[in-house]
């Protein structure tokens, strides 16, 4: 059954969205992930053009959100004075990063940096991830357990404007998590993703969060940033396809329950690599799509040129 998308200009097969979604809503719920920076490749491979992907990819964000900070509140592991300073960051950031999206749209690049910016992040998380993952499994196969690092001084607590986060049970500058703010909103409008994948290892590693609020935190900051982002693109590049997002959101609720009760029956160490090895997929084949000669060489012009 196909359905024609008018701001994507393309015809898709329903099924194949609503597939697409709950791919994507299962692995939310397996590996805990918001899904955004598994959505936009993935559009990108069924044909709709990077800058409605973008764009449209991030309502998912929302949706996936919204019940997981509904449920981090209820367990009282959000901090929110700390997800206030990081979303004053993410919403400069967001501003910054449409202006620089609708930048590279005018001079015709914005399909080729978004790419580009997939395959780097998504490589490098990637790697990162399965390092780790294989090293805690090693750790745990020769019985060390894994170590409870101490919260250590650096040059973060040295920094001036400190306050208390008392959630946190941190008493440090503003400007770091300000800071990692801007640069998940930056990448929030240019990739069309929540950015937790760079946001929870900085609030744990730089910020030294503790693991409990880290998650929530996160959620609270992803929630109002892509929201935000959502609303800029629709004004400023109007390539949100709302036909197309609610296809998926309907997807990705169904398989966000499925994942959910999936993952309870998997460890935490077999997930992260499992995860990391799809990430790393997608990175490769994204890259070879950026390199390889296409078997077909066309162009479609838009505005009637």
Not at 56 to 61: F, K, M, P, R, Y
Not at 110 to 120: G, H, P, S
């Amino acid at each position: 059954m196909q359905i024609y998308l008018p701001i994507a200009e393309v015809s898709v097969n329903i099924f194949t969205l609503l597939g697409l979604g709950g791919i994507v809503g299962l692995l939310s719920g397996l590996f805990g992930v918001g899904g955004g920076f598994l959505i936009t490749p993935l559009l990108f491979f069924i044909g709709i053009p990077p800058s409605v992907a973008v764009a449209t990819g991030a309502n998912q964000v929302v949706a996936s959100s919204v019940s997981g900070v509904l449920a981090q509140l209820k367990r009282k592991a959000v901090d929110i004075p700390m997800g206030l300073v990081l979303l004053v960051g993410g919403l400069l950031g967001s501003a910054s990063g449409i202006y620089v999206f609708n930048l590279l749209t005018e001079l015709g690049q914005i399909d080729l940096a978004v790419q580009l910016c997939y395959v780097v992040f998504l490589g490098l998380i990637g790697l990162l991830m399965l390092q780790e993952g294989i090293r805690t499994i090693q750790k745990q196969r020769k019985g060390g357990g894994v170590r409870k690092k101490r919260v250590q001084h650096t040059w973060v607590h040295k920094l001036p404007f400190k306050f208390k986060f008392r959630a946190s049970g941190l008493y440090i500058s503003v400007i770091p998590p300000l800071l990692v703010g801007v640069a998940v909103g930056i990448l929030a409008a240019i990739m069309g993703v929540g950015g937790g994948f760079i946001m929870v290892p900085a609030m744990i590693y730089l910020l030294n969060m503790p693991t409990k609020v880290v998650i929530g935190t996160s959620l609270f900051q992803i929630l109002f940033v892509s929201a935000f982002t959502t609303l800029m693109h629709a004004i400023t590049n109007q390539t949100v396809d709302v036909m197309l997002a609610l296809l998926l959101i309907v997807g990705g609720v169904i398989g966000a329950q499925i994942g959910s009760r999936l993952g309870a029956r998997l460890k935490a160490e077999q997930l992260r690599i499992l995860l990391a090895l799809l990430v790393i997929i997608v990175a490769g084949k994204l890259g070879l799509d950026l390199v390889l000669h296409p078997s077909n060489l066309y162009s479609i012009a838009t505005g009637g040129e």
